[in-house]
């Protein structure tokens, strides 16, 4: 046969499926996911077991847990001593359990995550509740199965006298299924098992009023009983788990914040840390200290606050932004008949209690194949002693013990097990004492063996016992509930002002793109002007901006996108420091830039929208609110087409007019409202009607005709004509010219385009920089006042072959103001 002959071909995806299928299925039943019945993992199950077979229980002295460990990977899990460990850590550990299952000695972890001692240095038994979980293990209550060598045999599941899955709960994943079920009060498990038995129709509602939610170890408080009510009727629901917090005051009109419980599963170090790190980095202003003084009383972390702090906007900005509130989802899923199903609470007792039904089914038929045997032993010994003499000269006559055994069947009629019985009565036992004690051991026998029957006999004295039981383990391990339920979610909010202190500051962009916020002290200090403020050699301040750390800028590019900034993340820096690059603290992409900056103190402001203007002549205006983002990347403020791009971005109420300017000459006055709020990503509506050569270089709002129109052409001939002399027209039209552009070859020109366009109400000081880098400054007052299509007069004298490429206004007079 050719080596090729002994393959059979086979497809990839059906070995791939089959094999992991098989996997699949081994660590949902075998590994991750709980059996309903007793609440137990398989190696949870398998320690336990061991633990209970080798004597290790809560009356005899500790164990090395190493012995534990080795016992269940020898015989019963072949798997990692490791994962053994670990399985048995979680049952001793009283802030992950309800009711630890091992009680351990030594170092067994902590609530801040630190590791266990390695299983060489801990030691272990049983705890007594585990006891219940075995109880009756041994009056063949369960099935058994081979180990994985065939040597041994072990539980299939535990007798589980009491409703560990419920009371426990636990956390597992595998391939497919996840579980996630919380602790119980063992109480009112208990409670509802027995409410459960005694009306097996009983309706959700009638049960959540027995079983108010779970009960952490951790203790907390519980919050949305609409969550846990969906849980117990589906399986699945979600709650939220706060911490135990109370404010108290101290000297000096202080106050300070101490948490004496935490959610369950929470790492305790780790809160204290998100918490300290909250006060290192200024996140929230107010807190003073955060300490850890958990000890032997318990469990308890403070967190002091500066004098005058908000002491509860602090709190609900930990509640929201650490563990200090966490969400719970339930997702019980157990395994029943070697399925894992999702349960509901009621589908879940209804498992536990048809369980219990079969484990003292069990122990009754075994308990009455004793009885019946010592009855049918002691019946037979009665009648032995009441012949005794015909006995003694019978069992004289035999030859040897198997001829004395037959004798004893053959001439009175004993069972062989009776005569066995016999053969071996010690002599003292036929002391009249002696008979007595047996006739009276005998009624005893009977009347249990009555009592077996009626238990067997009747599933209302079933339940009976089983209630009788659960009541006795309900009176000894029962405990009060440790984690509070309240009904409503309650919403957290968080004041801006409990996150930054109110002050005012002022904001700086300079024309190469460097963004630095300033204290007024600081620019007081350093001579409370604009010309002495710190930038980049050929840098020159753009935007000056007076604002408050609660305010928010609206940052807007040229290719229609906006980035929302509070004003407390700009990074402060003193008035003579260049400040930091724009990229550094939103996400600027490099072929794009700024072009507006929007103070804005309410988003929410009523009647108030945003003006766009773009270089192709389209206008939009959007209401203010549609850009109120939690996001600090890039959002669309205006869809912008191909070849065109913003040119301004203007706050505005709505109620005054339009004028834009092209750099051809021409301007249009259009009243602001005809053009129709939109939403948020329009591209907006046509102001003005351009040539293909023209573009829009300059958008002002104006009213009321007064004041002036000042242009500047491209090398810095500049005019002012009358507001009055620029008709309102409809939108959309080509306009009327404003400035006159002198041609010749002997005529000195006056500018090739408009490169800038201001509406003066009163005087402007306004800079101009040009291609090179020089920095112009003029004010408006220099610009002859002529008609509209007159030709200017110098204002910004630019070198040849130069031009004016950006114009600004310095607000000075504002800032010495505020400065005051």
Not at 49 to 62: E, F, H, L, V
Not at 505 to 523: A, C, D, E, I, P
Not at 693 to 708: I, K, L, N, P, R
Not at 801 to 808: E, G, L
Request: aromatic fraction near 6%; glycine fraction near 6%.
């Amino acid at each position: 046969m050719s080596m090729l002959e002994q393959f059979l071909p086979a497809f990839l995806e059906e070995i791939v499926g089959d094999r992991f299928g098989r996997y699949s299925k081994y660590i949902i039943q075998d590994r991750a996911i709980p059996d309903v019945r007793d609440g137990l993992k398989p190696v949870q199950r398998r320690i336990l077991y061991a633990m209970y077979d080798s004597g290790n229980t809560p009356d005899k002295q500790y164990r090395k847990s190493a012995k534990t460990v080795g016992d269940v990977m020898g015989n019963y899990h072949p798997h990692g001593d490791s994962s053994i460990y670990e399985g048995m850590v979680r049952m001793a550990q009283p802030w992950k359990m309800a009711h630890t299952l091992v009680d351990g000695h030594g170092n067994w972890g902590s609530q801040d995550d630190d590791p266990p001692a390695a299983m060489r240095y801990t030691e272990a038994r049983l705890s007594p509740i585990a006891m219940e979980l075995l109880r009756d293990i041994d009056k063949r209550t369960v099935m058994f199965k081979d180990n994985f060598d065939n040597t041994t045999k072990e539980p299939v599941v535990l007798p589980s006298r009491y409703p560990n899955l419920l009371v426990n709960g636990v956390s597992g994943i595998s391939s497919g299924f996840a579980t996630e079920i919380p602790p119980h009060n063992l109480r009112e498990i208990i409670d509802a098992c027995i409410a459960v038995m005694a009306r097996p129709d009983i309706t959700l509602e009638e049960l959540t009023t027995i079983v108010k939610g779970p009960d952490f170890p951790t203790g907390g408080v519980i919050m949305g009983e609409e969550g846990i009510r969906e849980a117990y009727a589906t399986g699945k629901g979600r709650i939220y788990l706060r911490s135990k917090t109370t404010i108290e005051d101290m000297r000096g009109g202080k106050q300070q914040l101490v948490i004496t419980e935490i959610p369950y599963q929470v790492v305790k170090s780790r809160l204290v840390t998100a918490m300290e790190n909250i006060r290192l980095e200024k996140k929230v202003e107010g807190i003073a200290e955060v300490r850890d003084e958990s000890g032997r009383n318990g469990l308890r972390i403070v967190v002091e606050f500066k004098k005058d702090a908000d002491a509860q906007g602090i709190l609900a900005y930990l509640l929201k932004k650490t563990d200090l509130q966490v969400a719970y989802s339930f997702n019980m899923v157990a395994i029943v008949n070697k399925t894992p199903m999702q349960l509901g609470i009621k589908q879940m007792l209804d498992a536990y209690i048809a369980h219990q039904k079969e484990v003292v089914t069990y122990r009754t038929q075994y308990e009455l194949e004793k009885a019946e045997d010592r009855a049918h032993v002691v019946e037979g010994l009665v009648k032995a002693l009441n012949i005794l003499d015909e006995v003694i000269a019978a069992i004289k006559a035999s030859k040897n013990r198997a001829n004395a055994q037959e004798n004893l069947v053959a001439k009175f009629g004993f069972t062989e097990r009776q005569a066995d019985a016999i053969l071996t009565l010690q002599l003292y036992r036929l002391t009249n004492l002696e008979i007595t004690s047996l006739e009276k051991e005998l009624k005893e026998a009977q009347k249990r063996i009555a009592y077996l029957r009626s238990i067997l006999d009747s599933e209302k004295k079933l339940i009976g016992v089983i209630k009788d039981e659960l009541t006795e383990i309900r009176e000894k391990y029962g405990i009060e509930r440790r984690s509070d339920i309240r009904g409503e979610i309650e919403e957290l909010k968080v004041n801006l002002e409990v996150l930054v202190t109110p002050e005012d500051v002022l904001v700086t962009l300079s024309q190469h793109g460097y963004m630095k916020r300033t204290s007024m002290l600081s620019f007081t200090r350093s001579g409370g002007e604009i010309d002495n403020a710190g930038v980049k050699e050929g840098d020159v301040v753009r935007e000056l901006l007076p604002v408050n750390t609660i305010d928010n800028l609206l940052l807007f590019t040229r290719k229609g996108q906006y980035y929302l900034l509070p004003v407390h993340h700009i990074p402060e820096f003193k008035w003579k420091d260049a400040g930091t690059a724009i990229v550094n603290i939103v996400p600027i992409p490099k072929d794009d830039s700024i072009i507006s900056v929007i103070p804005v103190k309410d988003l929410q402001a009523a009647h108030a929208s945003l003006v766009f203007v773009t270089k192709r002549g389209q206008v939009k205006r959007t209401e203010l609110k549609e850009y109120a983002t939690t996001r600090s990347t890039a959002v669309a403020a205006c869809k912008v087409a191909d070849g065109d791009e913003l040119i301004k971005v203007a706050l505005s109420d709505g109620e005054k007019q339009l004028l834009l300017v092209t750099k051809n000459g021409m301007s249009i006055r259009f009243v602001e409202a005809e053009v129709n709020p939109m939403g948020r990503v329009a591209s907006g509506v046509r102001g003005i009607q351009l040539k293909d050569d023209d573009e829009v270089v300059a958008a002002d709002w104006v009213a009321d005709d007064e004041g002036e129109v000042l242009v500047i052409s491209d090398i810095g001939y500049a005019k002012r004509s009358l507001l009055l002399d620029y008709p309102i027209q409809g939108r959309g039209g080509k306009g009327v010219q404003t400035f006159e552009f002198k041609e010749g070859k002997r005529v000195r020109p006056n500018g090739a385009v408009l490169s800038a366009a201001y509406y003066c109400r009163n005087p402007l000081d306004i800079v101009a920089i040009s291609t090179s880098g020089a920095k112009l400054q003029a004010n408006s007052e220099l610009a002859p006042i002529e008609d509209r299509k007159s030709i200017g007069k110098l204002m910004f004298p630019v070198d040849k072959n130069d031009v004016i490429v950006s114009t600004f206004v310095r607000t000075a007079i504002e800032i010495n103001q505020k400065a005051d």
